[in-house]
């Protein structure tokens, strides 16, 4: 690094500073990359986003999202009660064709993974379940991502009293349990009315896009789940930037007469990337999980295409024998969650092996 | 030393006061009107003001102006109020059981504590075994195959394995009953034995893996391989050595853990119709039960800015490398 020698850095001049020890961030991606068990992680992940960007496209009708021809469908918990057995039952095990009520055989994906106690297609249902959990895993870690970058460089480049406030702030937040947290925000945001009520000034298109892709519980999920889980991504960018401060990189950069925020998104933001895309990896799968917490508490996503709402089902279908279901949401939480664990796990053992055992 | 507990002391404190302001703001700021919340649209409008007397909602927020303490007649704003109260661990009332929060606490925590030590301790015991033993056979099969099966079970939400549980344990084999409670000891014992088998399965996978990385860094230590250089066996090392070293960790973790083994889990005891007080605050969240929640959230989070504070001193005690400066 080439520093103009009639400039002195402003801060250090007399000892010469530690090289510090960065990352390698290419090589640490094609080690990822190499791996067997990497490369089909990737593969998994890339089909679930796939499937999610296709799902957020309006449903057609005759896929059977709704109801599949030839079948009863019960609306409420109540009807199903007092439901007693009938031939044609709303809820059917998985198969591979269905009859129609003139008993025509019809070969369709809708029932092959059965239908659940209202007369829906699971198939569909879990297909159609990515596009929640993509909105939820992606907007959440954009929110989540940017405050605990953004604070966490100001703190640390920063130092002193702003330093002090935003430790003290995540201090706070860190303090109190996060699920506790996130019950809590997402209680409060949906018991205000007037936040639940559709933006009425808002023009057509906008207003749709708000009502069928991300509705207002969505949106009161995505929320509270992104201000509250930054903590720890600050804590870690705020550590890191610490280090960077004094590194010949942003002494130059002083030198230079950049200004403070060019150095810290042009220079700093670039060499705590990695800590972001880690984070990014290992948290989208504790909010795929805290989705099914918040769904059975009845505060999450209350349209029905989503993972939780269906594992949510369960705890009064599957002792009616309504297995399939749930099993078809766990499964889909479950191969994404473990590809995205092990994809983090690689990652974090390639660009930051200092970072092992934070879990 | 004094002077450092004393200023993580003055810092614990200011953390509380952000606690104590951060869920006023949230409780009595964002959230639109509990009392509205709670009795719907039904509600007479008598009702709704006697009741907001009754929970002192009807201060001012805060004590900005002199004005609207001489409107209301009433000295101190809603936040002064709230912060004296919880000072003193005072809670507004429930207003579904219509009593207050600390007699429910003292009423459920221990039905929470019946359930949730047992699962700790076995899990603890569970989970700091499986680590020693897979770390001690570091990259053998064993050690691969206990690492993924750790992923798997972390990947499986928590909810879908409680339900796999009670339809296969309660419903299926009838071994245990399906979900439930009774008062007696024994029988309390029969109802939660399958609630503490099943937390003790779900929270295994991410300590299995946490404490294994703990106790690798431990047995490459230096002080293990002077110790098997001097001839102690390997089980030796194992349980005397590594184990004792590996105990900080543990310290930490179960000092944090305190609190929420009379809090109870969330899920678990909706889950098993367990009345402890952590199925209090789903019934709360679905009553609209606001104190409950609120007096929750203050209850663990101070337990636990408090919990932080004593772990801070237990590791020199535990440790005499820590020097606290």
């Keep these: 690094m080439s520093i103009n020698p009639a400039?002195?850095?402003?801060?250090?001049?007399?000892?010469?500073?530690?090289?510090?020890?960065?990352?390698?961030?290419?090589?640490?991606?094609?080690?990822?990359?190499?791996?067997?068990?990497?490369?089909?992680?990737?593969?998994?992940?890339?089909?679930?986003?796939?499937?999610?960007?296709?799902?957020?496209l309006p449903a057609p009708s005759q896929i059977g999202l709704g109801n599949v021809p030839g079948f009863k469908s019960i609306k409420s918990f109540d009807q199903l009660i007092d439901y007693k057995y009938d031939p044609d039952q709303p809820y059917a095990p998985p198969a591979l064709s269905y009859k129609d009520s003139q008993g025509i055989r019809h070969y369709s994906p809708a029932m092959w993974f059965g239908l659940d106690f209202s007369g829906h297609s699971v198939f569909w249902q879990v297909l159609y379940g990515a596009r929640t959990a993509l909105l939820i895993t992606v907007l959440t870690s954009v929110l989540m991502l940017s405050i605990g970058t953004s604070l966490g460089m100001i703190a640390g480049y920063f130092g002193g009293w702003i330093d002090d406030i935003i430790t003290w702030v995540y201090s706070v937040i860190g303090t109190i349990p996060w699920l506790l947290l996130v019950i809590a925000m997402t209680y409060i945001l949906s018991s205000n009315e007037s936040l639940k009520e559709p933006p009425t000034h808002a023009p057509g298109p906008v207003a749709a896009f708000f009502k069928n892709i991300l509705p207002t519980d969505l949106l009161i999920v995505i929320f509270a789940l992104g201000l509250t889980d930054w903590v720890s991504l600050c804590r870690l960018i705020r550590g890191e930037t610490l280090k960077l401060r004094d590194s010949d990189m942003v002494a130059a950069g002083r030198a230079l007469g950049l200004s403070e925020l060019r150095i810290i998104f042009r220079h700093i933001l670039p060499n705590v990337s990695h800590l972001i895309i880690i984070t990014?990896?290992?948290?989208?799968?504790?909010?795929?999980?805290?989705?099914?917490?918040?769904?059975?508490?009845?505060?999450g996503v209350s349209s029905k295409p989503s993972w939780g709402h269906m594992i949510d089902d369960a705890k009064l279908t599957l002792l009616r024998g309504v297995w399939w279901e749930v099993t078809a949401a766990t499964g889909a939480i479950f191969i994404i969650c473990m590809a995205l664990t092990l994809l983090g796990d690689s990652l974090r053992d390639a660009l930051d092996p200092k970072l092992r055992g934070r879990d | 030393m004094l002077a450092y507990l004393l200023r993580k002391f003055l810092l614990t404190l200011s953390i509380i006061f952000g606690v104590i302001l951060l869920t006023f703001v949230l409780f009595n700021v964002v959230a639109k009107d509990p009392v509205r919340a709670m009795g719907g649209k039904q509600m007479k409008e008598t009702d709704r003001i006697r009741i907001t007397h009754e929970m002192g909602l009807d201060k001012p927020r805060f004590a900005l102006n002199f004005a609207e303490y001489h409107e209301t007649g009433s000295k101190w704003s809603l936040l002064d109020t709230q912060f004296f109260n919880i000072l003193a661990f005072q809670f507004p009332k429930s207003q579904r059981h219509q009593e207050s929060v600390w007699s429910l606490f003292g009423r459920k925590a221990p039905i929470s504590f019946l359930v949730q030590a047992p699962a700790f301790v076995i899990g603890l015991g569970l989970q700091i075994a499986i680590a020693i033993i897979v770390a001690a056979k570091r990259k053998s099969v064993l050690d691969y195959s206990t690492t993924f099966a750790a992923v798997l079970m972390m990947s499986i939400p928590g909810l879908s394995i409680y339900l796999a549980f009670q339809w296969f344990f309660g419903a299926y084999l009838k071994i245990f009953p399906v979900a439930g409670w009774s008062p007696g000891f024994l029988l309390a014992i029969h109802f939660a034995a399958m609630p503490i088998?099943?937390?003790?399965?779900?929270?295994?996978?991410?300590?299995?893996?946490?404490?294994?990385?703990?106790?690798?860094?431990?047995?490459?230590?230096?002080?293990?391989?002077?110790?098997?250089?001097?001839?102690?066996?390997?089980?030796?090392?194992?349980?005397?050595?590594?184990?004792?070293?590996?105990?900080?960790?543990?310290?930490?973790?179960?000092?944090?853990?305190?609190?929420?083994?009379?809090?109870?889990?969330?899920?678990?005891?909706?889950?098993?119709?367990?009345?402890?007080?952590?199925?209090?605050?789903?019934?709360?969240?679905?009553a609209n039960d606001s104190p409950v929640i609120m007096a929750e959230v203050y209850l663990t989070a101070i337990a636990y800015a408090i919990m932080l504070f004593v772990t801070d001193i237990c590791y020199t005690l535990v440790d005499p490398r820590v020097v606290l400066r």
């Design chain 1, 280 to 299: 990014f990896t290992l948290s989208a799968v504790g909010y795929l999980q805290v989705e099914v917490v918040l769904s059975f508490l009845q505060l």
């Design chain 1, 7 to 56: 400039i002195p850095a402003p801060d250090q001049t007399s000892t010469p500073l530690e090289p510090i020890e960065m990352p390698n961030r290419i090589t640490g991606w094609r080690l990822v990359v190499r791996g067997r068990l990497n490369k089909i992680c990737l593969a998994i992940v890339g089909i679930y986003f796939l499937v999610g960007l296709l799902s957020l």
């Design chain 2, 197 to 286: 088998l099943v937390s003790v399965i779900a929270n295994l996978g991410s300590s299995i893996r946490f404490y294994r990385t703990v106790a690798l860094e431990e047995v490459n230590a230096d002080y293990v391989r002077t110790a098997r250089a001097k001839g102690v066996s390997q089980t030796n090392v194992l349980l005397v050595h590594v184990l004792r070293n590996l105990l900080i960790p543990v310290v930490t973790n179960t000092i944090v853990a305190l609190p929420f083994l009379l809090t109870g889990a969330l899920v678990l005891e909706k889950m098993f119709q367990i009345p402890g007080f952590g199925g209090l605050l789903t019934e709360a969240i679905g």
